[in-house]
């Protein structure tokens, strides 16, 4: 198929072909990369955000970067109990599902109200619980799956100016390494990943804005990011989508079998312990 690049990742071959993806979240951002990804080895894709217009538009972009994928679109709010089970009824049966919605944003702690904190929990965890608890058992029953939370760095490095938003990250990790443990003997493997910063369309465009209000560019902004924020960042760039998409892609493959219950670091080395 004209487009496709079985075996993309350094020749070698994912054995992803003909299997079916649903990514949350997939309009724009690490999800479109992941999605964009996936299809490059030959799975169909199953795009998901709250919005037809942009779901069409995100399909032909999609389609534009890898010709001939197979590509379907579900407009659902994932954070609300009827979006999740919309997404549900539409596609049932997927072979890997990678829980990736959430808000995020820096929060001061004394000032977050109990709905603030509801929100970030109902939009961060509870969604991806709700898809996670109709898949897992028909993962199982096949004997084969896979199931990635999209967790980010700031679940374990107790990021104290946005709270509400570790938590929920590292909410996301005791749900996966817990889920995973009920995986034992089959091919099913649930893992989450360690996001550090990563320039997508809304990365930078909040850079740019902040660059404009503090008559900076927007390198100097990102300099002073990774100083205060990162000091411990190895790579010092924020990643790209298509870097940390990569990642999503190989965790998918059956070849990742043996990577299971782990909070796969993709964070540019900020996390000093070795272990
Ligand atoms: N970007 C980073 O630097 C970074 C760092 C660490 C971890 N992460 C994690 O990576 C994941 C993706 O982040 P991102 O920065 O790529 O996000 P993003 O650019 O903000 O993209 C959000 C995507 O989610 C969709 N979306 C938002 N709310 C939704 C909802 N309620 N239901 C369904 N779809 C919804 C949006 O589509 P519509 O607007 O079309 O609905 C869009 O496609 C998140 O879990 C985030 O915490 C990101």
Redesign the pocket.
């Known amino acids: 198929m004209p487009g496709r690049r079985p075996g993309s990742l350094g020749g070698m071959d994912l054995q992803l072909s003909g299997q079916t993806a649903l990514i949350?979240?997939?309009?724009?951002?690490?999800?479109?990369?992941v999605a964009t990804g996936l299809a490059r080895e030959g799975v169909t894709i199953v795009l998901?955000?709250?919005?037809q217009t942009?779901?069409t538009g995100?399909r032909d972009r999609l389609l534009a970067a890898v010709p001939g994928a197979e590509v379907r679109t579900v407009?659902?709010?994932?954070?609300?109990a009827a979006?999740g089970r919309r997404l549900l009824d539409a596609e049932p049966d997927v072979d890997i599902l990678i829980?990736?919605?959430?808000?995020?944003d820096f929060a001061t702690f004394a000032e977050v109200a109990d709905e603030e904190w509801l929100r970030y929990f109902e939009?961060?965890v509870l969604?991806s619980i709700r898809l996670s608890r109709h898949h897992l058992p028909r993962m199982l029953a096949r004997g084969t799956g896979r199931m990635i939370f999209?967790?980010?760095?700031?679940a374990v490095t107790g990021d104290a100016d946005m709270l509400p938003?570790a938590m929920t990250?590292s909410a996301l990790l005791t749900v996966a390494r817990g889920l995973a443990e009920l995986t034992r003997g089959t091919a099913v493997t649930v893992n989450s990943v360690?996001?550090?910063?990563?320039?997508?369309?809304?990365?930078i465009d909040f850079i740019a804005k902040a660059a404009a209000e503090q008559g900076r560019s927007a390198a100097e902004v990102e300099a002073a990011y990774f100083a205060e924020y990162r000091p411990t960042s190895l790579l010092r760039r924020?990643?790209t989508?298509e870097e940390?998409a990569s990642q999503v892609v190989y965790l998918s493959s059956p070849l990742a079998v043996s990577t299971n219950g782990a909070a796969v670091r993709a964070?540019g080395g900020t996390i000093r312990t070795i272990g």
């Open positions: 949350t979240g997939s309009t724009a951002g690490i999800g479109f990369a998901n955000g709250r919005d942009r779901l995100a407009a659902a709010d994932v954070t609300t979006g829980n990736n919605v959430a808000i995020s939009t961060n969604s999209v967790s980010a760095d700031s938003y990250k360690l996001a550090g910063p990563v320039a997508t369309e809304g990365a924020p990643a989508p940390l964070e």
